[in-house]
């Protein structure tokens, strides 16, 4: 299982970041994806997550803010990412889980006050 995330960049306080992550997985639509974050000196956090069903859940932190979905036919989740904070700033990391977590190698996103 491979996972590439991109999508990320500098962007100032209220913009707007889309974050894909493609992945090479022949069962994509079985597996539950999921976005967490990291940043300096803190530890790794959950953001959103969405189900093999399409059910979603969100950090409190990025509810009204950030919207994960999916496309199976292309095996690629995303976060789309709204009304950005400067404390929104972290590396992003995509992850697959059925059973076993997979994770990609991170995205950054800088959030610029």
């Known amino acids: 299982v491979q996972l590439q995330a991109s999508g990320g960049g500098v962007v100032q306080t209220g913009g707007s970041l889309r974050l894909s992550c493609a992945a090479s997985?022949?069962?994509?639509?079985?597996?539950?994806m999921g976005w967490h974050r990291q940043a300096p000196g803190k530890q790794r956090e959950l953001v959103a997550e969405?189900?093999?069903?399409?059910?979603?859940n969100y950090a409190d932190f990025v509810k009204g803010r950030f919207t994960i979905s999916r496309d199976n036919a292309n095996s690629t989740v995303y976060l789309q990412m709204n009304s950005l904070k400067f404390e929104d700033t972290a590396v992003y990391y995509c992850?697959?889980?059925?059973?076993?977590?997979?994770w990609g190698q991170g995205t950054q996103v800088t959030v610029s006050s």
């Open positions: 992850n697959a889980e059925r059973g076993f977590n997979f």
């Open positions: 997985i022949s069962t994509f639509s079985r597996f539950d």
């Open positions: 969405i189900t093999s069903g399409g059910r979603t």
